[in-house]
């Protein structure tokens, strides 16, 4: 789970590497509308090209990406055989029962599957070549019109970098507990569903103990160290909107442009 | 010398639990490593967050550098202390080292280009320059109070408080903190507060007050403290180990020597032995 965090982060200074995180989140939302808009083979076409050339441009192996699809392949299966078995219309080719096959659900199945491969390319990417404080302060930027309506984004983003920070300690905290319970010979490996279950309940108390102690602890340091409310507070680091996310973001739209405009 | 810190007769409990401390007054010298030792309830901690303004006070006064502690000066006060705490987990809040130098320092507003100057410094003069971009997972737990150490640095307080600090690291991280810390107390003329019950630490100090159940029993330099080993075992405090030497020596009958001495002089002291025999 730490490494599911934490280790998807791959350092680098690639062109992906130095985009601005708030823009690299935008662009992603961005090219996942533009994706559902994409209805033939051109379309699809032009969006893979697209997204290879942003993976070769973060300059990350294509064998980790491939990686990021293999906890979601059994999802992805499931959607297109369900897609090309329901969906009517077109000649069919098979049928049995209520499942039938034709040429469209063939296509269909074919273009959800696209789908599917595009998203978890693109947030791959954002995940790969950007740190999750990065993300954190992203959102933070995104966020910050919000303001205005007296809505605490700075809050918001301290909380969620403290979160982030704490996850480690916490798993390494889940560690120890659970080998002190396996020296007391408690078994979580084995058994039915419901014996895993009612292993780790005794874990999940003193972890939560834990996590009180450690949120009181920080709430003296914090404020030994000056902290009085999160909106009145200048910010080490900065992220600003540089020449690349200009460049990249037209390149988008221009995509997008076309992706609608081949539309069928 | 000038008192940088003055407890004046406070008085503080706990809520729901007896009187803590009654007309407790302790002045703490500038300039000076002032160690408060006592076993664990007897206090000590307790009296370095009311002199931070972090628990509040029943009665009494405390000055922080010619400031009351009250609640118009609360951040005054705290920017003129840096606190070590004693979990290195704890006190770390930043996402990486350099965050959490720079954790202060926003609190402060502090501006951008200053920030990044004064977070270079204060990492330099903990040796963990080198690990700005590190998560604190992958950091010792010497390494996380050097940061804390260094985030304190940056505000440049007048006085830093050591609560307990170097108690859940090894003996040499421990050596290393203490010897970092008086560094940086010699460079930046800090006055330092260790609260402790690590004797080893408390011998280095300049001065020493024992603290049990709330009340001052005893204070003096380490070595008219640790020159009476006995009446820090009746409350529960161990003797340094150079005080135990000498005790087993005397035993023994090999000398009658039972005045404090420090490592130094205590290898002196003993070749001096050998040589005359």
Redesign the interface.
């Known amino acids: 789970m730490?490494n599911f965090i934490?280790g998807r982060y791959l350092p680098g200074h690639s062109w992906i590497h130095q985009m601005s995180p708030q823009s690299k989140l935008l662009l992603s939302f961005y090219f996942v509308i533009i994706i559902f808009f994409a209805n033939n083979l051109i379309s699809y076409g032009i969006l893979s090209i697209l997204i290879l050339i942003v993976i070769l441009l973060s300059g990350i192996s294509i064998m980790y990406f491939l990686k990021g699809i293999r906890p979601l392949i059994w999802l992805i299966i499931f959607t297109v055989l369900l897609q090309i078995l329901f969906s009517s219309g077109g000649r069919v080719l098979w049928h049995f029962g209520p499942f039938s096959v034709t040429n469209e659900s063939l296509i269909n199945g074919g273009f959800i599957f696209m789908r599917f491969l595009l998203i978890i390319m693109i947030s791959t990417v954002l995940t790969l070549t950007t740190?999750?404080?990065a993300i954190?302060d992203g959102v933070q930027t995104i966020l910050k019109p919000l303001k205005k309506v007296k809505f605490p984004v700075d809050t918001l983003a301290l909380m969620l970098?403290?979160a982030?920070?704490f996850v480690?300690?916490l798993m390494?905290e889940m560690e120890t507990i659970m080998n002190a319970q396996r020296a007391r010979g408690v078994d979580f490996g084995s058994g039915s569903l419901k014996h895993r279950v009612k292993a780790a309940v005794p874990l999940l108390v003193p972890l939560f103990t834990g996590a009180i102690?450690?949120a009181e602890?920080?709430s003296?340091?914090?404020?030994?160290?000056?902290?009085?409310d999160s909106e009145?507070?200048?910010?080490?680091?900065?992220y600003r909107w540089q020449v690349k996310d200009t460049i990249s973001w037209l390149f988008f739209l221009a995509i997008g442009a076309v992706v609608i405009f081949i539309r069928k | 010398m000038k008192d940088i810190v003055q407890v004046d007769k406070i008085s503080y409990n706990y809520p729901d639990q007896p009187l803590l401390f009654d007309q407790l007054s302790l002045d703490v010298h500038e300039g000076e490593w002032l160690a408060i030792i006592g076993q664990n309830g007897s206090g000590k901690s307790t009296l370095a967050r009311l002199i931070d303004g972090l628990i509040v006070l029943n009665e009494g006064h405390i000055t922080v550098d010619g400031l009351q502690v009250n609640d118009q000066n609360i951040y005054n006060v705290r920017s003129k202390i840096g606190i070590v705490f004693q979990n290195p987990e704890d006190q770390f809040v930043g996402a990486t080292v350099e965050d959490d130098v720079a954790f202060g320092l926003e609190n402060q507003l502090f501006d951008r280009s200053k920030m990044h100057d004064i977070v270079e410094e204060s990492l330099k003069s903990v040796g963990m320059w080198d690990f700005r971009e590190r998560i604190p997972a992958n950091l010792s737990g010497g390494q996380k109070q050097r940061v804390a150490i260094a985030g304190i640095i940056a505000l440049s307080p007048k006085i830093i408080i050591l609560d307990e600090a170097t108690s859940m690291l090894d003996p040499r991280g421990r050596k290393e903190i203490l010897e970092l810390v008086q560094r940086l107390k010699n460079e930046n003329h800090l006055t330092v507060i260790s609260i402790t019950h690590d004797i080893d630490e408390a011998a280095g100090a300049d001065r020493v007050v024992i603290l049990n159940h709330g009340e001052i029993i005893d204070e003096n330099t380490p070595r008219g403290i640790f020159s009476h080993p006995d009446k820090l075992r009746q409350i529960g405090l161990d003797a340094p180990y150079t005080s135990k030497l000498l005790a087993a020596l005397s035993k023994r009958g090999v000398s009658d020597e039972k005045s404090y001495m420090n490592d130094e002089e205590l290898i002196a002291w003993i070749q001096q032995l050998v040589s005359t025999k």
Do not use: C, V, W
Request: glycine share 4%; aromatic share 10%.
């Open positions: 730490s934490f740190t999750p404080l954190a970098s403290i982030l920070r480690p300690t390494d102690n450690h602890n920080l003296t340091a914090m404020e030994a160290r000056g902290f009085s009145h507070r200048t910010k080490y680091r900065q």
